[in-house]
Nanobody, 117 residues
């Protein structure tokens, strides 16, 4: 059983910063794709950032230059550094851990990020 747990969300003023963390259980961490997604009220879940097992990173256009995704395989964790936060970044942020053998990966329960304008 794979478990994924996010943490680090909270309330921050516009222009502020937050750091999200995601930890995963199970011996699946090194050779998989890790990603962050978010879902705002009334909207579909969208991809925010992705990092492959080789360290290749991809970002949504809306967060480029403001968010940084990183991973620590030894600690089985993935991080999302968010700076210059905007009101429109308000959402529940989800972590996804996708081993090569899984089409959908494993999701956490999400952590709420609220940016006040």
């Amino acid at each position: 059983q794979v478990q994924v747990v996010e943490s680090g969300g909270g309330l921050v003023q516009s222009g502020g910063s937050l750091n999200l963390s995601c930890s995963a259980s199970g011996n699946i961490f090194s050779s998989n794709t890790l990603s962050w997604h978010r879902q705002a009220p009334g909207q579909q879940r969208e991809s925010v950032a992705l990092i492959t097992d080789f360290g290749r990173r991809e970002y949504a256009d809306s967060v480029k230059g403001r968010f940084i995704i990183s991973r620590n395989n030894a600690k089985k964790m993935v991080f999302l550094q968010m700076t210059n936060l905007k009101f429109e970044d308000t959402a529940v942020y989800y972590c996804n851990v996708r081993p090569p053998w899984s089409a959908t990966g494993f999701w956490g329960q999400g952590t709420q990020v609220t940016v006040s304008s």
